[in-house]
């Protein structure tokens, strides 16, 4: 049956999600015509902005309930619906989505110089398939908006990555195929397990997934289905390894765009779809995923404390910032989810601004060696000023919106056990000394090399692409309750239908001490 939920009297989800497609499309038409198509680009993703930031001021911000439904019959058949709708996790991270997306189409503008009209395209592409997973309230939808996005990211790695690009691109795509496959096994599974009888169609529709019950056992499969295929997405230890190589043979955008909204798919599927469908075995394997978590923030940073490559460096450093989200996520309270979502809204800003500035960077030094820099401050003052910015926001100065994240998933650890919160507070400290580290040898250590000094500094261009992104750390971490509005229903929702299993079976940190003997 056919259902339209207006809030601004047009389907603005729909519009949203394909319209990049579209352009895309029309992109493979204007072969010989660069300035046409990068213009096209850099129009439809400044709609797509602007559409988001419609969405957002029209969004019921004090409403848990899915908002703008869109809901047709696809393939009756089989019980497979277009049904698109948002919360305000989707809401946010739909923002990010495009408001990234535009700003790497100027970054991309002269980086790019070979098959420039394939590049815009797949990268319209990448877009249609990032929104349409935040969209998606069916389950086919989602896996079919998952592995669009998958095909845009493989080329753009494969073939405008750098000199090991097939190398990572192959290891790319097998990782998160593998875990494709895992997760499509697990949708079959349930959606044939959900129906009412034998005879019915299967259920795909999480609205009706999520009233759904399910046996132990099936939920355990399904769960780790699931979160595998998502934690190689986000990247958990010790599924992480493809992240550095990805990231470092990844043109720029490639980089802003795995790591500003790419890591976080795998964040918002555990929200999404892990938590609200198999609370029985979220409760029984959280505290290892509290372990896990705990096991990336600290081997992230340390990782990062030693690389030589600035692109690496902060590729390692996702890893240990995404244990934070996983850990709030999984301390399965309102506050630790709150830190969750708003470290992957942080670290989307923080970090695709580094990678933009590393990008930047390379194309003046043609390095990206830490031992090769040094003293950029005298050439390169407002490049310094950025990076000095960024760098601050990423190791949690307050004031900033790498403080908020962390530290509302640390206090929302802290609820249920101070050790665990202990444990993840070394992840702050290390952070801090590998960022001011870096900063102060690349930076502020000798000159290497005189002739940087007739390189130009940050262009307009360069630094209209940076400010938004530093505008809005300052905004989240000045009045965080801006964004946490929108996240506060939702993540409540979430844990409310949590409580129940939480008192049958015992708080998560209760089991995995339990589990441990009572080790600590």
Known sequence: MYEFQSQIGFPILTLLTFLPAVGGLAILFMRGKPRLYKSLTLAVTGVNFILSLVLIFYFDRYSADMQFVEKVPWISSLGISYHMAVDGISVLLIMLTSLLSLIIVPASWNYIKDRE?????AFLFLETGMIGVFCARDLF???VFWEIMLIPMYFIIGVWGGPRRIYAAIKFFLFTFAGSLLMLIAIVAIAYLARANQYATPVFDMDLLEKATFSYSVQIFAFLAFFIAFAVKVPMWPLHTWLPDAHVEAPTAGSVILAGVMLKVGGYGMLRLCIPLFP????AIAPYILVLSLIAIVYGALVSLVQKD???LVAYSSVSHMGFVTAG???LNVIGIEGGIMVMFSHGLLTGALFLMVGFMYERLHTREIADMGGLAGPFPVMAGFLLFFTLASLG??????????FLSLVGLFTYNKAMAAVASIGIILAAAYLLWMFQRVMFTNLRDDKWYKFPDFSLREMASLLPLGFLAIWAGVYPNTFLQLIQPSATRITEKMAPYLAEHGGAIERLFASLGGLF
Do not use: N, T
Not at 280 to 283: F, I, K, L, M, R
Not at 397 to 406: A, D, H, I, N, Y
């Open 117 to 121: 009209m394939q590049f815009f395209a």
């Open 397 to 406: 100065l307050p004031g900033l919106s790498g403080f908020v994240g962390e």
């Open 141 to 143: 939808l989602f896996y």
């Open 310 to 312: 600035l692109k690496k």
């Open 329 to 331: 996520i999984f301390a």
């Open 280 to 283: 029985d075995a979220v409760v």
